[in-house]
């Protein structure tokens, strides 16, 4: 709760207030525990432990603010540079010539004087196709000093790539040419890391040497080594749509089976205590080499972490409480990085745990089945059935969908990702060559039967959208049914039945709202144009982006799902078109009343005659036409700007439209705009 108190309000004077109360607070608490007896404490006990829960709480709060790299003083985006001496802090991913990594600063120069600086820094870098640079971790760079803060989001429901970079302690990012780096002969960083990646390195390239499927020498590499292979959208929608994405994501599950596989094969050293200590060692010390191998994602961190709890307690006879194990496991990650909390593998692998934990022995005990067999498949059921059931509700606030078929793919991936996870260690570990048919057909079988039931009738619900009000609502529904149905307490069954009907009511409301609305939206893009004249559930889309561009999906189709849109149907500027109430032709476009005049290159040097009028003038593609010609020539209140217009000229547009008192809205590095046609007069 400290953490996530004080996340958005990061600054000194909240760090020195935070500090000044964590030292009062412990000082407090030492002088209690060391005096308990003279001070005669146990007559407020009550009262100190709250002040503890409160230290807690406080030195969560600290804990953030202390790990915020714009509170440091020597934090690089504080000063002016014009070089800045960085290193490489991940492997660099390169798209076509761009090339993408995560960076720490080190030194900055100014007037060639050096000066020790921290913080991280997101670098897209454009090679030199002739002569491409090789970036690995580790890697000292000067670069020119070109930062600049990330950017927000603009349009409705797109991802928010600035809170995400946030998350991981980054708020800087850089674009530079590849003449605008020199390349050091000297490497830093964390050794261990750097060996973890040169083998992975030499594992993916055995796959891709055995593997020729390109698809599956991806899932391999995904599966086994965590490496972030280019997976194709079908594969991806298959897993999604099926429930069993984790399969592709390095997590508890893939080091629970390498555990019990382990345990097994060193079944040898049971016979003798000490031998006993030494297997229990070897198998963490095995487990957390693993978990460095695949790249210490949360979810692994997790496993490790109460695998190695759950190794030590028994290796000397010690009782452990499962809850307690996932709470010490939870703390230790959050003392290491406080904004783990904020990481969607972090809490959906948490709580999908806890639901393993509280949840699987409740569900089991529905049925009792004499059948071992039948029994054994029941049990993976409720297991299935209670990891679901706990992450359900941030699942469908973060995916914006349900699997309704995912008791039956999880079955069904059960066996063939056990095989493939043995396969592929044993392929790597034992030099076991000549089974790589075989894992390269389990992972096609699997893939290809996962896209079958992806594809079947009612597969699942999509474009499921929730605000954080109601995700607390369904979460607190959800939470109350649990406790109401494992304590048999009728009042806490009725009322979370009356809280799913206020979430169904809001639910509900909200679908007859979209298929009333009628509303324009302008997207605000970097080079396109995108503008959705909405009505209902569907929507006539004005853009030169086809269904199938990346800036589609990123920027726009999201704002669409969520405003739960059916039917799409794509207009370009050129195209003249008539459909219900929208009509677009010569460069005029009605939408139930609403005129907008488009006003381009054909323009140019003309006059508009009759003094027309129109409620918004839309620039595009770098007409020069001027707004006081604009002005003198057509009664109209709104000017709107697309990207596809030049930024000197956009800046123009700007300044005359101030001058003139004209609302405008710029549609490029700014936010979106909306039109409400219900609310405009």
């Given amino acids: 709760m400290g953490i996530c108190c004080v996340y958005n309000f990061q600054n000194h004077l909240l760090l020195a207030l935070v500090l000044a109360l964590s030292i009062a607070l412990l000082i407090y608490l030492i002088v209690i525990n060391s005096f308990y007896k003279t001070l005669k404490a146990y007559k407020f006990k009550g009262i100190t432990g709250i002040i503890f829960y409160f230290f807690c709480f406080t030195i969560g709060a600290l804990m953030c603010l202390l790990n915020t790299q714009p509170l440091k003083k020597e934090y690089y985006a504080n000063y002016s540079f014009d070089y800045l001496k960085v290193w490489v802090n991940d492997e660099p991913q390169q798209t076509n010539d761009i090339v993408r990594f995560e960076?720490?600063?080190t030194t900055g120069y100014a007037t060639n004087k050096p000066q020790n600086l921290s913080g991280k820094l997101l670098i897209a870098l454009k090679v030199d196709s002739l002569n491409p640079v090789q970036l690995k971790y580790g890697d000292e760079l000067i670069i020119s000093s070109k930062n600049l803060p990330v950017e927000p989001s603009y349009n409705s429901s797109e991802f928010d790539f600035k809170a995400w970079l946030a998350t991981k302690n980054i708020y800087q990012q850089t674009f530079i040419n590849q003449n605008h780096l020199i390349k050091l002969k000297s490497k830093t960083g964390n050794p261990v890391i750097k060996y973890a990646i040169g083998v992975r390195k030499r594992q993916v390239a055995i796959y891709r040497k055995l593997i020729h499927n390109d698809e599956a020498f991806a899932v391999a590499s995904t599966l086994v080594l965590g490496y972030r292979a280019d997976l194709s959208k079908e594969?991806?929608?298959?897993?999604?749509?099926?429930?069993?994405?984790?399969?592709?994501?390095?997590?508890?599950?893939h080091v629970g089976?390498?555990?019990?596989?382990?345990?097994?094969a060193l079944f040898f050293l049971d016979k003798k205590r000490a031998l006993k200590i030494f297997k229990l060692l070897l198998i963490s010390s095995l487990i957390w080499y693993y978990s460095l191998l695949t790249g210490f994602s949360p979810s692994v961190l997790r496993s490790a972490i109460m695998l190695t709890v759950y190794i030590l307690a028994k290796a000397f006879n010690k009782n452990s409480n499962s809850y307690n194990i996932l709470a010490f496991t939870a703390f230790c990650l959050l003392i290491y990085n406080p904004f783990l909390i904020w990481d969607v593998g972090f809490q959906l692998s948490f709580l999908s745990v806890f639901g393993l934990i509280y949840l699987q022995p409740?569900?089991?005990k529905w049925f009792y089945i004499k059948n071992k067999w039948i029994d054994k498949l029941w049990a993976t059921v409720a297991l299935s059935l209670a990891a679901q059931i706990a992450t359900f509700p941030l699942s469908i606030y973060y995916f914006h969908q349900f699997p309704l078929y995912f008791i039956f793919s999880n079955l069904f991936i059960l066996l063939p990702l056990t095989a493939m996870m043995y396969l592929g260690i044993g392929i790597l570990m034992l030099r076991l060559y000549f089974l790589a048919p075989i894992f390269e057909w389990i992972i096609n079988f699997t893939n290809a039967g996962?896209?079958?039931?992806a594809n079947l009738p009612f597969s699942g619900i999509t474009s499921i959208w929730l605000n954080q009000w109601q995700l607390i609502l369904l979460s607190f529904t959800l939470i109350i049914f649990v406790i109401a149905l494992v304590n048999y307490k009728k009042n806490l069954l009725l009322g979370s039945i009356l809280s799913i009907f206020v979430f169904q009511s809001f639910a509900a409301y909200y679908k007859i709202s979209a298929s009333q609305q009628r509303k324009i939206m302008f997207f605000s893009?970097?080079?396109?144009?995108a503008a959705a004249f909405i009505d209902g559930n569907q929507v006539i889309l004005l853009t030169d982006l086809s269904a199938n561009n990346k800036n589609y999906e990123f920027f726009v189709k999201p704002a669409l799902d969520q405003l739960q849109?059916?039917?799409i149907h794509f207009v370009k500027w050129e195209q003249d078109t008539l459909f219900n109430s929208f009509t677009k032709k010569e460069h005029q476009l009605v939408f139930h009343r609403y005129h907008i005049l488009l006003v381009d290159n054909d323009f140019n040097y003309k006059k508009i005659e009759q003094l027309p009028k129109f409620e918004s003038i839309w620039l595009h593609g770098n007409p020069r036409k001027s707004i006081a010609d604009l002005r003198n020539e057509v009664l109209f209140s709104t000017l709107l700007v697309d990207a596809t217009n030049k930024d000197y000229l956009i800046k123009r547009y700007e300044q005359d439209a101030n001058k003139f008192q004209l609302k405008s809205h710029i549609l490029k590095k700014n936010n979106s705009y909306l039109i409400d046609l219900k609310v405009v007069k």
């Fill in 565 to 567: 849109i059916k039917n």
């Fill in 362 to 364: 409740k569900i089991y």
């Fill in 525 to 529: 893009l970097r080079k396109n144009y």
């Fill in 235 to 253: 594969t991806l929608a298959a897993y999604s749509k099926t429930g069993t994405i984790h399969a592709l994501s390095v997590s508890g599950m």
């Fill in 257 to 264: 089976i390498i555990y019990i596989f382990l345990n097994w």
């Fill in 450 to 453: 996962l896209k079958w039931i």
């Fill in 103 to 105: 960076a720490v600063v």
